[in-house]
């Protein structure tokens, strides 16, 4: 059974961090790319960034976040996590991974293979 979870959200005060964990299990992890999602109340799901598979060379992040929010990936320990630096409020959603194939469909919000259940990450003004 295929399987994605996230942690590591939580309430931070502006300008704080956190990182969010996404452990995967039930298919061959080097095989899939990994992207982070979110969706605040009352909107789309959008797309934060996304890292390759298999050697996990390349990535890809939202122009909101870039500059702030950091794609990382263990293999080994079949999990990918998303540190986030100085977060703003317009950063409160939930947060969720999912795997596909490739980085190709991130930025839709949509598309990919398997996703998790998502994480809540508030952040106060």
């Known amino acids: 059974e295929v399987q994605l979870e996230e942690s590591g959200g939580g309430l931070v005060q502006t300008g704080g961090s956190l990182r969010l964990s996404c452990a995967t299990s039930?298919?061959?992890?080097?095989?899939?790319?990994i992207g982070w999602f979110r969706q605040a109340p009352g909107k789309e799901r959008e797309g934060v960034s996304c890292?390759?598979?298999?050697?996990?060379?390349?990535?890809y992040y939202a122009d909101s976040v870039k500059g702030r929010f950091t794609i990382s990936a263990d293999n080994a320990e079949k999990t990918v996590y998303l540190q986030m630096n100085n977060l703003k409020p317009e950063d409160t959603a939930v947060y969720y991974c999912?795997?596909?194939?490739?980085?190709?469909?991130?930025?839709?919000?949509?598309?990919?293979?398997?996703w998790g259940k998502g994480t809540t990450v508030t952040v106060s003004s």
């Open positions: 999912a795997a596909d194939p490739t980085c190709g469909r991130w930025y839709l919000g949509h598309g990919m293979d398997y």
């Open positions: 039930g298919f061959t992890f080097s095989d899939y790319a």
């Open positions: 890292i390759s598979s298999n050697k996990r060379a390349s990535t």
